[in-house]
Every structure is written in structure tokens, then in C-alpha cells.
């Protein structure tokens, strides 16, 4: 009897070797088949991401590199970038009042205008969460505006409004409140702009009322049942479990309150008056980089607001576990 026949009656295994060599063959067969698929489903994925990345490279990243370098130089479109190093950075915090207005007035407006935004959105959200009767329809009025906010024809319209003699001042007029135009008083003007800001709150609307969708009922019916009221439950079960929502529409809302700019652009004529008070940041860029002709200034100033922007951002994503309630957390 052979030493492979032995080791067969006693272990119950045949030879290591031989089921290694069997083992082998039909990987060698499989392979190259394996191989050659994954490389046509790696090309093909690639293939679909030439698309995107043509985009992202040509139109976002090589651009913003483009600009930090400009950031740097006095440039005026028809000449070479000149380097005057951190010189566009210096002149704006310490010898450009116009600067440092623009950034307070855009200061308020986010902290005042988005937090009203998101208030209206949710209050609006939670009586159509209750309401199934006409609910699509008043979904939709809601939603509208929020579609055309931004274009020139609302800016237009808007300014028409709060003008001297206009809608607005004529209705505060006939019930004793003699404001005057919105549009040409430094003091006005801005909450004009902010009121412009919150009738746009139906994106923001939508997504509350999706999130009020997805919060159990039986949560409401046992904080009733335990005796809560309204603002009870309101307090402990619609914030905490809205709160990714909240979240979500605070970063975007602030993301884009810092970016206005055509509505405060066309109320002002492109001025940014009356007295400096729609010159957002925004504008002030545009006016410096195309009216002045400064394109390495402009550039500084858009950088500050990016950077701005981006540590606000940091600032929630560092302090939302602190409020932000998530499905499966045990806090």
C-alpha cells in the first residue's frame, strides 16, 4: 500500500499537494477572464467619470488655484499679474473701510436674516404637517417663490415695492405709519433686504416637512400621554428628532446667505447704497474686480470670504454633537 493510500485511510485527506494542483487549475482557467471584466468595469467607470471631472478640474479647481495666485498680484485684466505678496490682504483690514463695512453689513444679515428664514420655514412646515387638506396646493404656493427670489425680475419687482409711493409705503401710509421709501433710507433698507430673504424660505420649507414626515407618531402619543403640551412636545421630541434637518438647512442657509448678491445688486443700482448698506461682500467683490478693474484685489477679498465660510462650517460640524441628535445615538 502506498504512503498516499495510508494517509487516506487514516486522516480521511488525501495528499495536500495533490488537492493544491486540483485547487489550481480551475483558478488558472477562471483568471484571466476575471481580470480582463474587472479592467472593462474599471474603464468604463472611469469612462463615466471623464465627464465630472473635466468639470471639476476646468471649471472649480484649477480656477480657485488661479485665483489664490491672483490673490497675490495687482492685476487689472490688460496687464500681467504683477506679485505684491500678502500687500492685498494687509490693505484690506487695516486701509479699506469700505471692506470692513461690507463685512459687517453681511454680518447681519446672515445672523439676522437666516435664523428668521429658518423659523418661518419650520413654522410653516409644521401647520402643512397637520393639514392634509390642501396641503399640495399650499406646498406648492409656498415653494414658488423660492424658484424665482433670486432672478433680476423679483429684484426688480422688490425695489418697485419698497419705493417711495410704492405698494408698501402706501399701505403703511393709509394706516399712520409714514416710513417713507424702504429703498432709499440707510435704516430701512437692509430689513428689506432681509424680508426679501425670508420669502424664499420654501426650499428650506420642503425639506422641514420632510423631516416632520419621518418622525414616529408614537413619540407625540406618549409625550400626551404623560401629560406634555404642546410646546412640551414640541421641545422634547419635534427639535430633537428634526435636529440633522435643522442642521442641514442651518449650514446651507448660511452658505447662501453670504453669497447674495443679485437681489442686493439691483435694489441698489449697483451702488451698494443708500450709504454703503447693500454693499454685501459680494458686491464689494464685484465692484473692485470689474468696475475698478483691481482683479488680484477682488480675488483677496473672495478668499477671506471662502475662508470665512469655511470655518463657520467647521464651527457647526465641531459643535453639532453637542445638538445634533441622530437615529441609533444614545445621548
Do not use: C
Not at 82 to 111: C, E, H, K
Not at 188 to 202: D, E, K, S, T, Y
Amino acid at each position: 500500500m502506498t504512503t498516499t493510500s495510508t494517509r487516506v485511510i487514516v486522516t480521511g485527506q488525501k495528499s495536500s499537494r495533490g488537492a493544491l494542483f486540483r485547487g489550481r487549475r480551475p483558478e488558472l482557467n477562471e483568471r484571466p477572464g476575471q481580470r480582463a471584466r474587472q479592467r472593462r468595469e474599471t474603464l468604463a467607470g472611469y469612462g463615466f467619470l471623464i465627464p465630472w471631472l473635466l468639470g471639476f478640474f476646468g471649471l472649480t479647481l484649477i480656477p480657485m488655484v488661479y485665483s489664490l495666485y491672483l490673490s497675490f498680484t495687482r492685476y487689472n485684466i490688460f496687464q500681467p499679474p504683477r506679485w505684491v505678496g500678502l500687500d492685498n490682504y494687509i490693505r484690506l483690514f487695516t486701509n479699506d473701510p469700505q471692506f470692513i463695512q461690507s463685512a459687517q453689513i453681511t454680518m447681519i444679515y446672515v445672523l439676522i436674516g437666516t435664523p428668521i428664514t429658518l423659523a418661518a420655514a419650520l413654522a410653516v412646515a409644521m401647520l402643512l404637517n397637520f393639514r392634509d387638506r390642501g396641503a399640495g396646493f399650499f406646498r406648492s404656493a409656498f415653494y414658488a417663490p423660492s424658484l424665482i427670489g433670486a432672478s433680476v425680475s423679483v429684484a426688480i419687482v422688490w425695489r418697485a415695492m419698497f419705493s417711495t409711493e410704492g405698494p408698501v409705503d402706501n399701505v403703511l401710509s393709509s394706516i399712520g405709519l409714514d416710513l417713507g421709501g424702504w429703498i432709499g433710507n440707510p435704516s430701512l433698507v437692509l430689513p428689506a433686504m432681509i424680508v426679501l430673504a425670508v420669502w424664499q424660505f420654501g426650499g428650506t420649507m420642503v425639506i422641514f416637512l420632510a423631516g416632520l414626515k419621518q418622525i414616529p407618531k408614537e413619540l407625540y402619543e406618549a409625550a400626551e400621554m404623560d401629560g406634555a403640551n404642546a410646546y412640551r412636545r414640541f421641545r422634547a421630541v419635534t427639535i430633537p428628532m428634526l435636529s440633522p434637518v435643522i442642521f442641514f438647512n442651518l449650514l446651507l442657509g448660511l452658505i447662501g446667505a453670504f453669497q447674495v448678491f443679485a437681489s442686493a445688486y439691483i435694489i441698489s443700482n449697483g451702488t451698494g447704497g443708500p450709504a454703503g448698506m447693500t454693499n454685501f461682500i459680494t458686491v464689494y467683490l464685484y465692484k473692485r474686480g470689474f468696475s475698478d478693474g483691481q482683479m488680484g484685489y477682488a480675488a483677496a477679498i473672495a478668499w477671506v470670504l471662502l475662508v470665512v465660510v469655511a470655518i463657520i462650517a467647521f464651527i457647526l460640524f465641531r459643535t453639532q454633537r453637542n445638538w445634533v441628535h441622530y437615529s441609533g445615538d444614545n445621548r
